[in-house]
Structures are given as structure tokens and as C-alpha cells.
């Protein structure tokens, strides 16, 4: 059955239908249809939809109608009053409010005096205070910046009318329940609540429960979905030379017409960014490090086609919305396999056809393992002639039940042999491109770490006799003795990095 439907179908008001008309919507997606009914009426919705389904217009032509409503009953505000937003709107990351803001202005814009206001981390306090002490209709936020906003009490919730959680399971995964609990609590108890998860598994449904009052439950597509105008590949490698290799092969076909390549690191990010650039490519980095100026202006230039080449990190691509991004590659694997789906879903938007590529090695297959198992397909292997892998394709494990890890043979198991289950993490499986660690150096092993650590922290088992008392004095020297390891001295301007070097002042076989 097909939800497809005129938007003068939704009975909206001829403001909206005008502005959608001039956006070039025509026709409403299935989450549309489906959600903006009920969220006209007033009710509490958990709506879950995979990226790219139109999610954004389904609560903000809805949240339109509220400001539309109120205009029309000739409510009046004082002048010098702050009255904080009628709806709130709450997203991860900086990138995604960014683009549910410039939603919400362009299905406004035929709104009467609509007043938007956007409230993310990187932008100067005093701009966004002077937004939050005037007239405003829909506020847009980060759970931290609005946090702080509201401990100093810059920011006022008492009228909100509306609070949508936009991907609230991501906002869960960064850490936010605690400020988005905090947040609700501002708020009027009789707010309407429109809540959207990739699921409601877990944190996600209990939030739900706790936030909401007889919502309805609105399921769109799930990440068991096919994406039929994606293609996946895999392409096993051997080493980083090789995954270089057919990066470059890949960005250098004419099918290219925009290509996000996702890295796992910021580092890895602003290293490989650096490599395509020397090879002529019009390439970028965008990570959560950089100023939030510089990402804008990264982001308009991709939009505006001057940007080839776009690598980045998750958190910093959740949010991007241009539809000639033709090619998708997972040069560094993600954390999650959650994060996959949202991934590939950067490209085959608007209705066009997109190329999702994975590279992966053998200490990867870990983690495809998982991301096949939680999209339940099989993401069909690729070579290239030319530049085929000379180790032999791993094998592939049986998944196992969702959310159960059992330790690995002649492991140990922790807390009482009970099976380990970390929130979508394998700590045992290397970390995509972390892997080869680019540019030298063990990424692992901070600056200082203690040789022997990891000896000391291995768990012991249930049989092993316990361990011998230390005592403290064969380990403490004679009064006045020197450290073993001394900090250098700096030289003067040819010196070597400060650092540590051996006291030679003991004999070498004097026992520390």
C-alpha cells in the first residue's frame, strides 16, 4: 500500500501548501502522511523512520500549524516579556539543527513574522542570548547548549507547546538523557511530545514512557529495510597500501559525481583529506573539532558543488542533506552498526541512485559481521581487476542473538562468567581505519602509558591462587636516593623533545 499523497490532501493551511509548492514538493512521503495528521490533532507520537525519509517536514509543517493557529486567535505578546518558544525542537548535533532550522524557514516562509532561533555549541553566547530574550516562535537546540542557557537562566521554556526530540536514540548514545530529561522537565507537562528513533528499543522506549502520555506508535521503515536505489559493496583489503589504492581507483571514475568518505578518527579525517588534496582532488575534512564557522562554510561549499570530495567523521555528517552525494565509502568503519545505515543513507537521496563502497580488512570482518547482522542482508563482496585482495576472503561467523557477546574461547568471562554485552561496541574488534594508524605512531598507546599495564589489568581465573601481599618495603629506596628516570633539561633551541632518560648513577643490575 502506497502513503504517497497530494499535500492538499494533509487539509493544510494554504501558507504551507504554498511554501512546499515552491520548494518543489509535490507529493507527501510515507512518514508524512502518516505523522503529520495526528500531530496536527495534538498527539503524542514515536515515529521510527530511516534517514532520507522526509522525517523533518513530518513535525515541522505540524509545528507550523501551531504558530499558524495562534496567529489566527490574535494572541498577543508584550513588548520587554520573554516568552521562550512555542516549540522546541532538541537534535544531536550542530550539523542536524542547522538543517532542521533552514527547514523550518523555507516551509515558513510564507509565515507571517515566523521568528527561528538556533542554539548550538561553537556559536558566540551573546548572539544567542540576544535570540532567546526576543519574540520567538521555534527554537532549535543542542541538549548541551541549551543546558547551559537554562542554568543561566537565558533560556525559558514555560510556553513550549511542542518538544520534538529529533533522532533521539543518537542524542542517547552521545549522553544526553540526563539534559534532555532536564529539559522536559522545563517544560509544561502539557506539551505535546513527538519523539523520533531509528529505534525504541532499550533507553529509547523507557524515555519514551517517561516523556510521553499515550503516544501513538508510527513505524516507517526500519534498518531491516532494503535500500533500493543504494547499491552496497565490500571490498576486502589487504593493508593500508591496498585500501588507498582503491580509494583512489573509486573517486577517480567518472560515476563520482560528489563522494562522503567516512573516517573514524578526527585525526584520521584531517589526515586523509590532506592526501586526496596532494593527489589534486577538491577535497575537505569536517570533524567535530573544527570551529563552527569553518564547518559552515565547509558544508555550503559542498552544497554549492565546489567540493568533491567530503571526509568526515559521524557525528559531524549526521545531519547533511545534499542529494548529488553519489558515493558513499567506508574508508574507516563505524563504532556502531547503527551508524552504517545512517551512513549509506547520505547518498540515493531524492529519489536518485547511490553507491554505498565499505573497505575492510580481516580485522574488520568483526564488525561487518554485526552490521550484517543488524540490517539483516548480506552486503555483497567486490573486487576490482587490477587490485584484487591476495589474502583469502575471511569467514564469516554465524550472527549470534542481538545484544549477547559471549567471551571468546580462553578468555574469561567478567561478572560471574555472565556473557559481556557493551551498548553496540565489540571492544575486542579493531576500530576501522584505526587500524592501520595513518602518519606513524600507536593511537592506542597514549604518550606516558605504562609499559606493563595491560599485564597488570588482565583478569585472573576463578582457580588461580590468589596473589602474594606486596610489601611496601622492598619497594621503597633508600632515603635520599635519586628516581631512576629523570626529566631532560632543556637544551636550548637545538634540544631534543623533553622526554625521560636513565639514571645511570645505579649499577644496571641494582633491582628497582
Given at each position: 500500500m502506497s502513503f504517497d499523497s497530494n499535500f492538499a490532501s494533509l487539509a493544510l493551511s494554504e501558507n504551507l501548501t504554498r511554501a512546499l509548492a515552491d520548494a518543489g514538493y509535490a507529493a507527501a512521503t510515507e512518514v508524512q502522511a502518516r505523522a503529520i495528521p495526528p500531530a496536527i490533532a495534538g498527539r503524542d507520537l514515536m515515529v521510527a523512520s530511516s534517514t532520507g525519509s522526509g522525517k523533518t517536514a513530518s513535525f515541522v509543517v505540524p509545528a507550523l500549524?501551531?504558530?499558524?493557529?495562534?496567529?489566527?486567535?490574535?494572541?498577543?505578546?508584550?513588548?520587554?516579556?520573554?516568552?521562550g518558544p512555542r516549540v522546541l525542537v532538541l537534535?544531536?548535533?550542530?550539523?542536524?539543527?542547522?538543517?532542521?532550522?533552514?527547514?523550518?524557514?523555507?516551509?515558513?516562509?510564507?509565515v507571517q513574522g515566523l521568528r527561528v532561533a538556533t542554539v548550538v555549541g561553537g556559536v558566540p553566547y551573546p548572539m544567542q542570548i540576544k535570540a532567546l530574550r526576543g519574540p520567538l516562535d521555534i527554537l532549535i537546540a543542542t541538549p548541551g547548549r541549551l543546558i547551559d542557557h537554562l542554568t543561566s537562566g537565558k533560556a525559558v521554556l514555560d510556553k513550549v507547546e511542542i518538544l520534538v526530540l529529533d533522532e533521539a536514540d543518537r542524542m542517547l548514545d552521545m549522553g544526553f538523557i540526563d539534559d534532555i530529561v532536564a529539559i522536559a522537565e522545563h517544560t509544561p507537562k502539557t506539551r505535546q511530545t513527538l519523539m523520533y528513533s531509528a529505534t525504541f528499543a532499550g533507553d529509547a522506549g523507557r524515555l519514551a514512557q517517561q516523556l510521553m502520555r499515550e503516544p501513538q506508535r508510527i513505524d516507517v521503515a526500519s534498518h531491516t529495510d532494503t535500500h533500493a536505489n543504494i547499491e552496497q559493496r565490500l571490498h576486502w583489503v589487504d593493508n593500508g597500501g591496498h585500501k588507498n589504492a582503491l580509494l583512489d581507483h573509486i573517486l577517480t571514475t567518472r560515476?563520482?559525481?560528489?563522494?562522503?568518505?567516512?573516517?573514524?578518527?578526527?585525526?584520521?579525517?584531517?589526515?586523509?583529506?590532506?592526501?586526496?588534496a596532494d593527489q589534486g582532488h577538491a577535497v575537505a575534512a569536517l570533524h567535530g573539532a573544527m570551529p563552527q564557522?569553518?564547518?559552515?562554510?565547509?558544508?555550503?561549499?559542498?552544497r554549492r558543488g565546489e567540493l568533491r570530495v567530503l571526509v568526515a567523521t559521524d557525528v559531524a555528517a549526521r545531519g547533511i542533506d545534499v542529494p548529488t552525494i553519489s558515493h558513499v565509502i567506508n574508508y574507516g568503519l563505524p563504532m556502531k552498526a547503527e551508524d552504517y545505515v545512517h551512513r549509506i543513507g547520505r547518498t540515493g537521496r531524492a529519489g536518485r541512485n547511490g553507491l554505498a563502497v565499505t573497505l575492510a580488512d580481516r580485522g574488520d570482518s568483526h564488525m561487518i559481521r554485526r552490521i550484517q547482522h543488524f540490517t539483516t542482508q548480506r552486503i555483497p563482496v567486490a573486487t576490482i581487476a587490477g587490485l584484487e585482495p591476495k589474502s583469502p576472503e575471511p569467514r564469516m561467523a554465524a550472527p549470534r542473538p542481538e545484544g549477547r557477546f559471549e567471551p571468546r574461547p580462553g578468555r574469561p568471562a567478567k561478572h560471574g562468567g555472565k556473557p559481556f554485552a557493551p551498548r553496540g561496541v565489540d571492544r575486542f574488534a579493531p576500530r576501522g581505519a584505526d587500524h592501520f594508524a595513518p602518519r606513524g605512531g600507536d593511537q592506542f598507546a597514549p604518550r606516558g602509558a605504562k609499559r606493563f599495564g595491560a599485564q597488570e589489568r588482565a583478569p585472573q581465573p576463578r582457580d588461580a591462587a590468589p596473589r602474594e601481599p606486596f610489601e611496601r618495603a622492598q619497594f621503597e629506596r633508600p632515603s635520599g636516593e635519586r628516581h631512576a628516570f629523570a626529566p631532560r633539561k632543556a637544551a636550548g633551541p637545538g634540544a631534543k623533545p623533553f622526554g625521560f632518560k636513565p639514571n645511570r648513577s645505579r649499577p644496571r643490575g641494582h633491582a628497582r
Open positions: 500549524e501551531r504558530v499558524l493557529a495562534a496567529r489566527a486567535s490574535g494572541e498577543r505578546r508584550e513588548r520587554g516579556t520573554v516568552y537534535a544531536p548535533t550542530r550539523e542536524l539543527a542547522m538543517q532542521v532550522s533552514k527547514a523550518a524557514t523555507v516551509y515558513g516562509r510564507h560515476e563520482v559525481e560528489q563522494a562522503l568518505v567516512f573516517t573514524s578518527t578526527q585525526r584520521d579525517a584531517d589526515w586523509l583529506a590532506e592526501r586526496l564557522g569553518r564547518r559552515n562554510r565547509t558544508l555550503t561549499a559542498l
